[in-house]
């Protein structure tokens, strides 16, 4: 029996309705399959534990999650209570930077009976991988002057260690893939970073001969997404970039509300952190109307990352049998509430094992 550790933190809104759904359908898939285990421990770590303690998370909450072999999070953030600096920074920020998850890595993929907004798609199934801990959004800069004078000054930093981190998660999940990497760049508007990162891509592309490749500027590649999806496999770009088409390529899917998301730790130091795209959603939240199926790919991507690629496979084809019978939230167009859609998972996993 495989044994893991899971340290589950629910956050707000529409989290306290996600993440208990899908540790259910998590538990109903290890009853059924028998050979792996799941150990859970919930934190309450949340906008409602900062207004008790004045924080987001305990001051030593980075160590008590470290022994784990994965974080399970739902959403963070209530802007009615704590303002989304304080609540994000605290919490979501501190795991990602804390524990060096360096990659962010969204799926997008077309299902079969979703709509997705584009009128005629033909398959795609792309693997966005985004460096997550520096490019665009640095730390480094300053505002000066006043006025009609003030001026603001950002700078960008890219490291050859992260951008061929970034770059090489990409290609060895190309190896498993399609085989094909492209990659997001800018190098004919921004004159030292984007350069650079077509230098180190070369770079790195030479270790994987069998791996098609091609350069896209990022305006061109946002086209591309939208215009011809199902020519992309996987795609690395920086912090910003990889921002930007991860939300297009949730959109293409038909709602935010399917999308997941890994925050991969790849020096194996700490624990890696997965995460649904979607926040916390508090124009729906207690009304049975939050899409759990971004959490539970969530939890198949963690299945994925364990290790544990049986059970993985077969809460993806839960997750396309409901999708196909139709039995869906009214994000994507059905009339199915959470409890109707987790109940239409176990179903399957109970009936078809
Ligand atoms: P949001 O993703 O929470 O909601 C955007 C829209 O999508 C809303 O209309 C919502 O109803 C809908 N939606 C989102 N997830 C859904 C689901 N599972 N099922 C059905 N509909 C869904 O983004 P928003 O409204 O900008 O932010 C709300 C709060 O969440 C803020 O405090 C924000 O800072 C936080 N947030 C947290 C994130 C995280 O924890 N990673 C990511 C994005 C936002
Ligand atoms: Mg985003």
Redesign the pocket.
Known sequence: MNTYTIASIA?????KE?VPAAWRVLKTLERVQGDFELRVTDFPWS?DYYLEHGRMMPEDGLSQLEAFDAVF???????SLVP?HI??WG??INIRRGFEQQINVRPSRQFEGLTSPLANPNQFNLMVVRENSEGEYSEVGGRMYSGEDEIAIQNNVFSKKAVKAAMDYAFQMAEARKGHVTSATKSNGIVFSMPFWDEVFNEVKERYPEIGTKAEHIDALAAAFVTKPEKMDVVVGSNLFGDILTDIGAALMG????AP?ANININGKYPSMF??????????EGQG???????LWTAQMMLEHLGENKAAQTLMNAIEHVIKDGIV????GGNAS?EEVVKAVEEYLTSEI
């Open positions: 956050g707000d809104g529409i989290g996600v906008c999070l739902g959403a963070v953030g209530n802007p989304d609540s994000l919490l979501l709602s935010i509300g399917i998301a995460e649904p795209v979607h926040g916390s959603a508090p124009d729906i109307l939050a899409n759990p199926l971004g959490q939230t009214k994000d994507l959470t």
